[in-house]
Nanobody, 126 residues
């Protein structure tokens, strides 16, 4: 049974940082791309970042490039998203997701991700 469990969300002032983590189980990790998406109130869920477990290659949405960093700890089966210089517009529920390779190698499309976590709330106060 595949499980993705996010943690690390919270309330932070603009300009602050949070480190989100996703613990993955039930996956053969080298066969997946792990991604982060977010959904703000009243908006569609959007791609944030992805990492291909095997190579460590990464991909970012333009809106977070230079501020967010995705990384993986293969020994602990976790994927993290370091979020710096947070803005109020970063407020959203952040979801961890897994997409099978090779069909998805750093893909952005929500429909390509087969497994999802329950989400963690990030709120950035102005």
């Amino acid at each position: 049974q595949v499980q993705l469990v996010e943690s690390g969300g919270g309330l932070v002032q603009a300009g602050g940082s949070l480190r989100l983590s996703c613990a993955a189980s039930g996956l053969t990790f080298r066969r997946y791309t792990l991604g982060w998406f977010r959904q703000a109130p009243g908006k569609d869920r959007e791609f944030v970042s992805a990492i291909w477990w095997t190579s460590g290659a990464t991909l970012y949405a333009d809106s977070v490039k230079g501020r967010f960093t995705i990384s993986s700890d293969n020994a602990k089966n976790t994927v993290s998203l370091q979020t710096n210089s947070l803005k109020p517009e970063d407020t959203a529920v952040y979801y961890c997701a897994a997409a099978p390779a090779p069909a998805c190698l750093l893909c952005r499309g929500e429909r390509q991700y087969a497994f999802w976590g329950q989400g963690t709330q990030v709120t950035v106060a102005a």
